[in-house]
């Protein structure tokens, strides 16, 4: 019965670590395991024993052992259905009960005309009853209606779409001119209205941070901000930006880059779930960081970064490594290493320790190299991570044999090991 509920819902794409993608501007609500999602009626069908996920925009489910995903589209959900509370319902898992439109083609409506009527139905296994706050949590998030304000932003009539159609319509909230000013005209008027422009990102920049209620209410327009500064510099038109003292545009762009999770994971939204879903979300996160620093990254690295990207929602120290540990129950991308020095890392599970000794070795056989050897921060040039990372991956290597040290009066320098290439039984022997 798999194509009955295909022809009907959504599908979702997943992450690699097994979360389910977002909308742009969708934020996560509250999480619950251990549910069915029921059909009624003569279309019936049932999803069991799923992770449903309430989120601003839709009303997602996961099938964790079979790694699918689906969604019902909250504009298509017309009544939320009062919890009976009988004599019966005490001996049953707790349930809660929605109307929901379909449109023409048979799928759940998104938006638009409704044309056939379902009622879909959350069972709960394993609760007592219907997890507390949910159904006024859901309630609100239909009242709030955020996905018709997300198309609103991007119907034609709203403005061009995109990143800077976006920032234009919330940021730059300018009148149209309607007759020509001959102030605004040629490459003067342009640099005027660029001056113009970013005298009012200016003052939203200090607005925002004026206090802490007052960046709370400006973040939307601070991540739109964010994402068109981080276009302008990828395809080159920023280039003011060393003047202005910033730094260069490869920073910037690290910078922007790693600017902000639109909906990190929390205590009050994942509850039980939180460690594990957030073990998931920074499985996520890491993977570009780890592209930038050879495949390695130390923990305290990951933990700021991490942090600085959540925002408000920080998160300790101990949550961090917890999150990393739970890495070898679950089917992500990377994993937590621990060097014989106790320091612990996390290391992309493509990158070999093979394939990393063989590039130690090659570098210690080349040049200069082959008589001076090399030092941790000449390694870290060569491997891209930082230096300390690197000094690990030396130590390792000579724990392999494939290197020997030399602690003089340069430092702690490696080289080739070529005492493994002796025979101990000819090396008497004259030849």
Request: with cysteine; net charge neutral.
């Amino acid at each position: 019965m798999e194509g009955a509920w295909t022809r009907i819902m959504h599908s979702v794409q997943l992450t690699s670590s097994g979360r389910m993608h977002l909308q742009q501007g969708e934020v996560e609500c509250q999480l619950v395991d251990a549910v069915d999602l029921d059909c009624e009626g003569g279309a019936g069908w049932t999803l069991k024993t799923g992770l449903l996920t309430l989120t601003t925009h839709r009303l997602l489910w996961l099938d964790e052992k079979g790694k699918k995903a689906w969604a019902v589209p909250l504009g298509a959900v017309g009544q939320l259905y009062a919890v009976k509370k009988s004599i019966k319902s005490m001996f049953a898992a707790p349930r809660m009960r929605f109307q929901a439109w379909t449109q023409r083609d048979g799928k759940l409506a998104t938006h638009g005309q409704r044309v056939t009527e379902l009622v879909l139905t959350l069972v709960f296994r394993g609760q007592s009853g219907v997890p507390d706050g949910f159904v006024q949590r859901f309630a609100e998030v239909l009242q709030a209606k955020a996905w018709q304000q997300k198309r609103l932003e991007e119907s034609p009539s709203g403005g061009h779409k995109g990143a800077g159609s976006s920032l234009e319509t919330s940021v730059h909230k300018r009148p149209t001119v309607s007759t020509l000013n001959p102030a605004m005209a040629g490459v003067s008027g342009i640099l005027r209205k660029e001056q113009e422009q970013w005298e009012e990102t200016d003052k939203n920049l200090h607005d925002a941070f004026q206090d802490l209620n007052g960046l709370m209410s400006k973040a939307k327009e601070m991540v739109i901000l964010a994402e068109k500064m981080r276009v302008r510099l990828l395809t080159g038109q920023a280039s003011t930006v060393e003047e202005e003292g910033v730094g260069t545009n490869q920073e910037m762009q690290d910078w922007m880059l790693s600017v902000g999770i639109t909906s990190p994971v929390t205590k009050e939204s994942a509850g039980a779930l939180y460690h594990q879903q957030l073990s998931r979300q920074l499985a996520d996160f890491v993977r570009e960081p780890l592209k930038r620093s050879g495949g390695m990254l130390a923990m305290v690295d990951a933990y700021c970064l991490f942090n600085r990207a959540r925002g408000t929602e920080l998160i300790s120290p101990e949550d961090l490594l917890q999150a990393c540990t739970i890495w070898q129950t679950l089917d992500v991308p990377v994993r937590l290493r621990k060097f014989d020095s106790g320091v612990m890392v996390i290391q992309s599970k493509s990158q070999s320790d093979d394939e990393v000794f063989l590039r130690l070795t090659m570098l210690v056989s080349n040049g200069e190299a082959e008589k001076l050897g090399i030092s941790a921060a000449e390694a870290a040039r060569a491997l891209g991570m930082a230096p300390a990372l690197a000094r690990e991956q030396l130590l390792a290597a000579e724990g392999q044999g494939l290197l020997c040290r030399d602690d003089g009066v340069d430092g702690l320098r490696f080289f080739s090991n070529f005492f493994k290439d002796i025979n101990a039984s000819t090396i008497f022997q004259e030849s």
